[in-house]
């Protein structure tokens, strides 16, 4: 049964010699969560002492301020952070579209890419062989799938890896904000299949600042600030937490 559980996860990143004042401000806007500085090392705390429990059935909304830790909870979820205390135990396939273009190697092909990223989300060559027709169609991308990524404009990039991302109905699936890939017609497209993963997904998470679309997908919610969960229950009791908060709690501390 696909699950995720985290007891008392945190996540930290420590950086050495970061000395500048300036240097702390970007990595807390790019990060999330604190800063704490001690000598030549900076810790950020990206995410504190989180303990959360999702099953079948939850489709959680994620809300928090520029830098609260919404992205890395959800890297947490998909396994690319390991918290450095707690614990994250996630059952299940998971399908991250957080970064779409994440590990392809402009050097290859786009064909060669499509076994890279099926090879990092768990198939079988035999599987991505399967798939590979199914990608070429939904990326419309023809004999450019011959010729190495570096030849692609950055359209056709994110065709590629959205279609190759999205080949398998994950149990989980865990979006940052929603996704319009290409022209009209092609964003069209990805709008229905992304439709279809989120209801055939066992579990989704979902970080937005748009009550709509929240609403439209999400059952229940928490509230993140400065690393941590400060409310967790309904979307609706969360959101409107979230929306009564003075402006200055929508953006995080620097």
Known sequence: MPSIQLRSATVDFPIYNARTRSLRHDLLRRVGGRIQPKGDLVTVNALRNVTLSLFAGDRLAILGGNG?????LLRVFAGSYEPSDGTADISGSVSSLLDITLGMDFELTGEE??????????????????RIPEIAEFSELGDYLHLPVRTYSSGMMLRLAFAISTARAPDILLLDEMIGVGDRAFSAKTSKRLENLMDTASILALASHDPTTLSKYCNRAVLLRGGEIVMEGTLTTVLKAYEAAPPSHHAEPA
């Open 113 to 130: 890419n499509i076994f890279l990223r099926g090879a990092f989300a768990g198939m079988s060559p035999a599987e991505i062989k399967q």
């Open 68 to 72: 609260a830790g919404k992205s890395t």
